[in-house]
Each structure stands twice: as C-alpha cells, then as structure tokens.
C-alpha cells in the first residue's frame, strides 16, 4: 500500500480551500466563512489527532513491558502506523470511536502484532467499526456459543455502561457487522447439534432467521484478536 504523504495531503486540502474561495469570489458575502471553516477544521483535527495519541500513550503504559516490541516502537514502521491511523481518525468527533483508533494503534505494538501482515486491512474496518460494534464482537465467538446475540448484547451492555441501548440499536449493528462481512449467521445444522448436546429445544425451521444467531467469520475473529492485545 501506498504510504501517507503527510507533506501532500496539506497540499491537497490546501488546494482545495484556494478553489472554494475562488469560487466563491462572486459572493462575496460568504468568503469570510471559509476561512472560518479552514480554521475550525484544522484545530478540530489537531485536537483529535492529540487526543488519539494521549490515549495510545495511556495503554501503553497499562501493557506489560515485555510485551512490547521496542524494535517495532523505534522504526520507520511504527511512524507510518501512526500517521495513517490519525489520518482517519482526525476527522473523528465521537470520543468512543477515537478510543478505538487509540487501542489499534496500542494493539499495533503487542510484539504478536507488530509483524501482522494485514495490519492496514484491519485499519481500513477498524475504521467502520465503532464501540457498540467491539462489544458486540466480544460477545461472539467463531461457533455458534448458545446465545441469541440482540437479547444478550441488549441485556448485558445496559448492565454494563450507564448510557442504555435497544435491542433495536443493537440489531442495526448486527446487520451493519453482518455486511462487512466481520460476522455471518450461524449454520442451523450447527445451531441444531449444540441444542441436542445441551438438552434444549430445537429451533424451527421457519423461525430460524429471526433469532439472531451469529458468529465471528475469520475476518472478523481476526480484527477482535488484534484488538485484544491493547487489554492490559
């Protein structure tokens, strides 16, 4: 992948700020809200980037020494790591979400992840995903684990945070998770043999569908296992 050229995207936006203000040189009246815009969006990114960084630091701290890899943390490597995570995460106003980017970034210098070749895959859904969404992954496991994910989320996050949730809200997430192919529905045979082994009764055939039976796909396992190892 192409590395971020921090020196040409300036130019860009740069660029791009001179076209609107020539455009709108005919309106008069609206030039001065440009530059105003110019200036808001550039202190809201610096304040984002900051904050990003400020948290990264954080759990750094909280993950033990040994694992961190101090060759990872003193290359050209981790520069870039940085300088595209902040590239997306620049823009990023929900503080949950910058939080995220922070533990990508952390979970970036865990010495089993320093190396990990699809590391910018990761960041590019990294990038999709927000807090509700981690959870919600969390939750799951790569085989069907007995839980109708809406309901369980639902209850146990509104036990868990003081902000509440639907299961409404979480089954927007599902589906969202669902088509980014992060997770994918559990195969009835699956659900089936997991029911018999526990002595429950079996899922119809026509209900099915409807109750939210989900696992991780090897995509998805494998982003929520890179994030993990920014935990303490």
């Known amino acids: 992948m192409e590395g971020f050229d921090l020196e040409k995207e300036s130019l860009a936006l740069s660029s791009g700020i001179k076209m609107v203000k020539s455009a709108l040189g005919l309106i008069p009246g609206l030039a001065p809200f440009v530059d105003l815009y110019s200036n808001y969006q550039q202190n809201v990114q610096y304040n984002n ?50 939080m995220v980017f922070a533990s990508y970034l952390t979970a970036c210098c865990h010495t089993e992840n320093s190396n990990n070749p699809n590391k910018d895959l990761f960041l590019d859904y990294v990038a999709r995903l927000d807090f509700l969404d981690i959870f919600i992954l969390k939750n799951l496991t790569m085989h069907y684990n007995g839980k109708n994910i809406v309901e369980h989320c639902t209850t146990k996050y509104n036990v868990e945070h ?68 920014a935990e303490p």
């Open 49 to 98: 980037i900051v904050d990003v960084l400020k948290k990264h630091a954080e759990q750094i701290k909280m993950i033990s020494d040994i694992l961190i890899d101090k060759l990872y943390i003193n290359s050209p490597l981790y520069a870039k790591d940085i300088l595209i995570t902040v590239q997306k995460a620049k823009d990023e106003f929900n503080e949950e979400k910058r």
């Open 162 to 229: 003081e902000v509440k949730v639907s299961k409404f809200d979480i089954q927007i997430h599902v589906e969202h998770l669902a088509s980014i192919g992060v997770i994918e529905r559990c195969d009835k045979e699956e659900v089936d043999r997991f029911n018999k082994r526990h002595g429950n009764v079996l899922p119809r055939e026509k209900t099915f569908k409807k109750l939210n039976f989900y696992q991780r796909t090897y995509l998805g396992d494998g982003i929520y296992s890179f994030l993990r190892k």
